[in-house]
């Protein structure tokens, strides 16, 4: 073994998974999240080529917890077999066909003929598509398809970009994606770019909902926001005010108890519910008008 390869893991409550993933991530070089059982904890990974600071982990770690509202546990720091971890998780992200879309690590072959092919890497940020959320959203897109074309799509809390760039390859269209977390933003434009709809899929760094950094964003007929329960049910009144009157917005990131909470929200805007997807104790929303 030699030294410089690390492993950080942590074993984590749901609602923390995604804050402690990406608020982690950019102190290593390969990040694996795996959801332990439907609803319940998350097992989070990180391998790095030199021993992560302590200190700034722990502060990281502690911003993390604020903002999901979680306790989390010490992480376990240790040195690591010297293995190409990002290889290996490339090699184990197998292909995921959902509905007419096909996601693929760069590894691998585009899908078969008919199928819209997105080339994403496993172990960039959070939504590469194997997780319960981002499939009951690609399903959602898949079906909304069949209704007619989108001509102003928004993805909120963007991660990798899958939804952002489904949208631009489905529709040739342009979609505006954001997200809070930089680095995610950074992953989403490589993809986008991988995925050749750099010039269709603009993404910033922010709520998707503010002024600031993006012009028009008002009027938009079909609004992904996959994050988590209390803020997609926070955001609900901003979000409403950005849709056009023939929008769809697809919600995901909760679990089924959740539901209500977050429905009640969107329906004192107006919004009501029009089908629901559930995957593995994962709730998709899909409303309108």
């Known amino acids: 073994m030699r030294p410089g390869v690390w492993r950080v893991e942590l074993i984590v409550p749901a609602p923390a998974a995604e804050a402690v993933a990406r608020a982690i991530e950019p102190l290593g070089d390969a990040l694996s999240a795996f959801e332990l059982a439907p609803g319940g904890d998350w097992r989070i990974v990180l391998h790095a080529e030199k021993p992560p600071d302590r200190a700034t982990l722990e502060a990281v770690l502690a911003v993390a917890a604020l903002a ?84 102003r799509p928004l993805d909120v809390g963007t991660g990798t970009g899958v939804l952002a760039i489904a949208a631009a390859r489905l529709w040739h269209t342009k979609v505006a994606a ?25 993404v910033d760094i922010g709520d ?8 028009g964003r008002r009027g938009h007929d079909l609004v992904f926001a996959n994050i988590l329960a209390r803020p997609l049910a926070a955001m609900a009144r901003r979000l409403a005010g950005a849709l056009a009157p023939n929008a769809v917005v697809v919600l995901s990131g909760l679990l089924a108890r959740q539901e209500r909470q977050v429905l009640a929200a969107y329906a004192r805007q107006g919004l009501r519910l029009e089908r629901r997807i559930a995957i593995d104790g994962w709730h998709t929303l899909v409303l309108g008008r």
């Open 178 to 202: 954001t997200d809070l977390d930089g680095e995610s933003v950074r992953v989403a434009r490589f993809n986008a770019r991988i995925n050749r709809v750099a010039g269709r899929v603009r």
């Open 68 to 151: 999901s509202g979680s306790r989390l546990p010490p992480p376990d720091i240790a040195p690591e077999d010297d293995i190409d971890w990002l290889g290996r998780l490339r090699e184990s992200f197998p292909p995921i066909r959902v509905g007419r879309f096909y996601l693929h690590g760069s590894h691998l072959p585009p899908g078969p003929p008919g199928a819209v092919s997105i080339i994403v890497d496993a172990a960039t940020a959070f939504g590469s598509g194997e997780h319960a959320t981002t499939r009951g959203c690609l399903t959602a897109l898949d079906a909304v398809a069949r209704r007619g074309r989108r001509r």
């Open 208 to 215: 998707g909902l503010s002024p600031s950094g993006w012009r």
